[in-house]
């Protein structure tokens, strides 16, 4: 008979770094769109798997010199590749065991609420360029497909850590380096708690060093999720993507400086003193995707986190709470910027 313990060390010895479960009651209170539940209403729990972005696959955007394998291995690699495999293994493990697993990898593809902007279906979608009204429910009753749980609150759900001021997601192993992916099923697995620590300390490194100052200082956004209200700063997403993308100068070393010439406010988008509307943004993703292709499939994750990602875990290897420990510390030099 499989219990929790056998499933996490099954999923670990498939390559999984860190496994939570969590209860599918939850869910209550998530938009239907958003809400496990009707992908899987029979499931009884949720297992959560945690992939570490190993420290190194940072070190060329750190140093400067070398931008394509945190892209490629931190986010395709991880996302396309290897977290798919483990998932699979282990919704065969629950097969042979008599139960059902539901996968739910890790998708750049959005459901009809973007886990990005919020959007509902009658929005526009800057990020798909037209309005999502064509998703239409099955049936009455039934939330519009494709319902897309929002991964950190997941997380969360499964006990795995906490939500930091950054909206990234912290655990006590790593901080914010890794990715999930999740499996639904059946199985009555017992459910951990969820976590009850404190790692955020609201520091703010992530705010200052945020390239696209995409992270409000002081604005919180607040939900309830398993009786609990977590709280994070409000992030300007399509700021957060524009410098992601490469757009701000003084971080992306492949970005000739007269590119956005024929953009209006081109020049204060690259110095990030304005912030491109979203309807601008297509336009401006193709200009930086010509500078530098995105090989992968993936976006060109150019800032590297240089605020939410790096910041943030320079800081909490400081105070000494990861259990991932160290010989050095992550950050040997000055860090880099490009001036205008
Ligand atoms: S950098 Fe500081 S404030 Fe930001 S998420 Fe990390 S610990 Fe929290
Ligand atoms: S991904 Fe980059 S731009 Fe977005 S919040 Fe993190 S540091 Fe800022």
Redesign the pocket.
């Known amino acids: 008979m499989i219990n929790s313990k056998k499933v996490k060390s099954f999923a670990k010895k498939c390559g999984a770094d860190i496994v939570g479960i969590g209860s599918m009651d939850r869910f209550n209170g998530a938009p239907k769109e958003m809400d496990a539940r009707y992908i899987f209403p029979d499931a009884k729990v949720i297992i959560g798997l945690g992939f570490r972005i190993p420290r190194g696959y940072l070190r060329g955007i750190e140093e400067g010199t070398h931008f394509f394998q945190y892209p490629a291995m931190g986010y395709a690699h991880i996302n396309e590749i290897y977290a798919p495999g483990v998932i699979r293994e282990l919704c065969c493990y629950l097969e042979d065991n008599g139960y059902e697993g539901a996968a739910l990898r890790n998708t750049g593809g959005r459901g009809p609420v973007s886990d990005m902007t919020g959007a509902g279906p009658a929005e526009e979608s800057p990020e798909l360029g037209r309005k999502l009204t064509y998703f239409e429910p099955v049936e009455p009753g039934k939330p519009a497909a494709d319902v897309q749980i929002h991964f950190r609150i997941a997380a969360y759900i499964c006990g795995m850590g906490e939500i930091?001021?950054?909206k990234?997601f912290?655990t006590p192993e790593f901080g914010?380096r890794q990715r999930f992916a999740f499996v639904l099923t059946d199985a009555p697995l017992e459910a951990d708690p969820v976590f009850e620590g404190k790692?955020?300390?609201?520091?703010?490194?992530?705010?200052s060093q945020c390239p696209g100052h995409a992270i409000s200082d002081n604005k919180p956004v607040r939900v309830c999720v398993a009786g609990r209200e977590l709280e994070w700063g409000k992030i300007d997403e399509w700021q957060c993507f524009f410098a992601y993308m490469g757009g701000i100068k003084e971080i992306n070393p492949f970005l000739p400086r007269d590119a956005f010439k024929n953009i209006r406010d081109g020049e204060a988008y690259m110095r990030g003193e304005k912030n491109p509307s979203p309807e601008q943004v297509p336009e401006l993703q193709k200009i930086l995707r010509t500078y530098y292709p995105n090989a992968c499939g993936y976006n060109n994750a150019m800032c590297g986190g240089r605020g939410?990602t790096r910041?943030?875990m320079v800081?909490?290897e400081q105070q000494e709470k990861l259990s991932n420990k160290f010989e050095t510390p992550f950050r040997k030099r000055r860090q880099w910027r490009l001036g205008m």
């Open positions: 930091g001021w950054s990234m912290l914010p790692i955020c300390d609201r520091c703010k490194a992530c705010v939410c910041a943030c800081h909490l």
